[in-house]
C-alpha cells in the first residue's frame, strides 16, 4: 500500500521524460494504485477508483480519486476524495475536491471563484478537524492545477520524505470517505419539519441521490421508455422535437428499504419513468414508491 505514494514521488519526474504510450509507471497509476485502494473498500459496486497520469501525454500534477457512483463517476464534475500529487513531487496531498472541467466550461473565466464559493459551502456541511488543509499548492502553472487548488475542501498533506505507513495511509483514506459521505448526506435538502430520525434523513437523501445520478436516469430512460408510467403523458406527442426523448426517472424502492452505504439497484423494477408532473405529485404521497397509488388518482378512482 506505501507504494501507492512513494512510487510515483520516487519516479515520475524521471519516467515523465520517457515516452507516454506504454510506459509502465503509467500503467500502475491506471491499474495497479487504484486496485490497491479498492481493496480496502467496503462497497466496491458503488465506488470505482481511478488513476491518472495524463491522456496521450503526461499531466503535471498524476492523481487517484475515489467516486461515489451516485455522485458522480468521472473527475470532471462533482466531489471526490483524491490523491493529488505536486508537480515537484515534492509531497502528495489526499483531497475532498471537486471536478473542474465541466464548472471551467461553463463559467470560463470566473471558474476559480466559483470553485472556492462552493468548497466553503462544502466545508459548512461538514466536520473540520485541525488537520485539515484548506488550502493546496500543487506547484504548477498549469490551469487545471490552479483550478483544483482552488476547489480543495479540505486535504492532509504528505511531504516526499514524511509519507505515511500502511496504517496511517489506510486510516486517512477511510476518514476522508466518511467526511464524503456525510457531505453527500448532508448536501441534499429534507424537509426538518417532517420530524424525520437521523437514519430517515440519510434513507431520503440516499433516494433522492439516487433519482439525481445521471447514468442511472439514462440506463432506466432507455431501458422503460419515454411515456408517464402514471399518466401517459407522451412529450414528444406535445411538444415535437422539443420532447424528445424527455421522461424523468422516479426511484420506487421505499426509504425504509435503504441500507445506508448500499447500492444494489435493479433499473426494471426499482425505478418508474414518470412526467414532471406525476413526478412531483408522487413525491407528494405518504409512500412516494406507491406508483398503482398515483395512477388511480390519474384515473379517478381513489
Given at each position: ?98 471536478g473542474v472541467t465541466e464548472v471551467k466550461d461553463y463559467y470560463k473565466s470566473e471558474a476559480r471563484n466559483v470553485l472556492k464559493l462552493r468548497a466553503e459551502d462544502y466545508r459548512a456541511k461538514i466536520d473540520l478537524d485541525t488537520n485539515d488543509l ?169
Amino acid at each position: 500500500m506505501e507504494r501507492l505514494l512513494r512510487e510515483p514521488i520516487e519516479n515520475y519526474l524521471t519516467q515523465k521524460r520517457q515516452a507516454f504510450a506504454g510506459n509502465p509507471l503509467a500503467d500502475q497509476m491506471r491499474h495497479e494504485f487504484p486496485e490497491l485502494i479498492n481493496r480496502i473498500l467496503s462497497d466496491q459496486t458503488r465506488y470505482k477508483v481511478v488513476g491518472s497520469p495524463g491522456k496521450g501525454n503526461w499531466t503535471d500534477c498524476p492523481w487517484i480519486a475515489i467516486f461515489d457512483t451516485l455522485v458522480t463517476d468521472t473527475a470532471q464534475s462533482g466531489y471526490y476524495p483524491v490523491f493529488l500529487f505536486k508537480a515537484d513531487m515534492s509531497g502528495v496531498y489526499l483531497s475532498l475536491n471537486q471536478g473542474v472541467t465541466e464548472v471551467k466550461d461553463y463559467y470560463k473565466s470566473e471558474a476559480r471563484n466559483v470553485l472556492k464559493l462552493r468548497a466553503e459551502d462544502y466545508r459548512a456541511k461538514i466536520d473540520l478537524d485541525t488537520n485539515d488543509l484548506l488550502e493546496i499548492n500543487l506547484s504548477s502553472i498549469n490551469s487545471n492545477a490552479r483550478l483544483y487548488e482552488a476547489g480543495n475542501i479540505i486535504a492532509r498533506y504528505y511531504p516526499a520524505d514524511n509519507l505515511p505507513n500502511e496504517t496511517e495511509l489506510i486510516a486517512d483514506i477511510l476518514h476522508f470517505l466518511h467526511l464524503y459521505e456525510e457531505l453527500n448526506f448532508n448536501d441534499t435538502h429534507v424537509d426538518e419539519n417532517k420530524g424525520l430520525t437521523a437514519t430517515e434523513k440519510k434513507q431520503y437523501r440516499l433516494h433522492f441521490r439516487i433519482e439525481r445520478n445521471s447514468r442511472l436516469s439514462k440506463k432506466v430512460k432507455e431501458y422503460k421508455g419515454y411515456v408517464c408510467e402514471a399518466c401517459e403523458f407522451d412529450f414528444t406527442t406535445k411538444y415535437g422535437d422539443l420532447g424528445r426523448k424527455f421522461i424523468e426517472a422516479h426511484h420506487l424502492t421505499p426509504i425504509s428499504n435503504l441500507g445506508i452505504g448500499q447500492y444494489k439497484i435493479n433499473i426494471q423494477t426499482d425505478f418508474a419513468v414518470l412526467c414532471s408532473n406525476c413526478h412531483s405529485m408522487i413525491h407528494r404521497l405518504d409512500d412516494p414508491s406507491n406508483l398503482t397509488h398515483l395512477r388511480n388518482i390519474v384515473k379517478g378512482i381513489e
